[in-house]
């Protein structure tokens, strides 16, 4: 049975979507041409080779969220200009999915993006899938005021922005630790896990709900 008509999700108002990892899967190498650009920007930014730019990237990842945030917190660094270079990449390799489309637009309520991206990019995301028109907004880094998911502030913002009751909203998100957060406030919980067979995992962390291998299989029921 589809989400849009299943009992557990027949109190949910608003259906919030991660972006990346998300809305497409990981074998289109989107994530590994913007983690490059994000290395390639550390390494001009720091004048150091590639491996270094590599380890600095992941240090600034872990501590703040999103290199980025270590590179505004330490540095100062301009976000905008930042964020236009590391979104430089091809999505040729996206494909539009209607099994996608039509998922989406089945589910009743209204439907936002939680993106640690910004939104030119995102729409970028969103036009390669196929999925223009279907989302009310989204919130992007910027609107967070820089401080990412999984940082409770963006969520309470979020909430705010758009006055959503966390009892009825409900999250997808392939990151599981940017679930915990969704969670505290109320939201129902989808985790969607590329590492492991959907119906076999049992180290689920406590705060997913549900645990998915891909959101248009989940919302549609057949695979592609
Ligand atoms: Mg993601």
Same mark, same amino acid.
């Given at each position: ?6 009992? #557990?999700?027949?109190? +949910?108002?608003? *259906?919030?979507?991660?972006?990346? !990892?998300? /809305? ?13 650009? $994000?290395? =390639? ?14 380890? +600095? ?15 505004? @917190?330490?540095?100062?660094?301009? &976000? ?9 990449? =091809? ?12 998922? $989406? ?7 936002? +993006? ?5 939104? &030119? ?12 028109? !279907? ?5 992007? $880094? ?7 998911? &999984?940082?409770? =502030? ?11 009751? &966390? ?17 505290? /406030? ?26 998915? #291998?891909?959101? @248009?299989? *989940? !919302? ?5």
């Amino acid at each position: 049975m589809s989400p849009a008509s299943h009992p #557990d999700f027949g109190h +949910i108002e608003t *259906w919030i979507f991660d972006l990346d !990892l998300t /809305l497409y899967a990981p074998e289109h190498g989107i994530m590994e041409q913007v983690r490059n650009r $994000i290395a =390639d920007y550390v390494e001009d930014y720091f004048k150091v080779d590639g491996e270094r730019a590599h380890q +600095i990237r992941y240090d600034y990842w872990r501590k703040y969220g999103t290199t980025l945030g270590g590179l505004m @917190a330490e540095h100062g660094v301009d &976000p905008h200009g930042y964020l236009d270079f590391v979104h430089d990449v =091809d999505l040729s390799l996206l494909r539009p999915c209607d099994r996608l489309r039509a998922g $989406i637009e089945a589910l009743p309520g209204r439907k936002l +993006i939680f993106t640690n991206a910004d939104a &030119p990019y995102a729409r970028r995301v969103l036009t390669a899938r196929g999925l223009d028109g !279907l989302f009310e907004d989204i919130f992007d $880094i910027h609107r967070m005021t820089h401080r990412p998911k &999984p940082s409770m =502030d963006s969520y309470h913002a979020l909430c705010h922005q758009f006055d959503i009751d &966390p009892a009825a909203a409900l999250f997808v998100e392939d990151s599981a630790h940017n679930l915990e957060p969704a969670k505290k /406030l109320g939201m129902t919980t989808i985790w969607v896990n590329h590492a492991a067979d959907a119906e076999s995992s049992d180290d689920r962390p406590h705060y997913v709900d549900h645990e998915i #291998d891909d959101v @248009a299989h *989940w !919302l549609v029921g057949t695979k592609e």
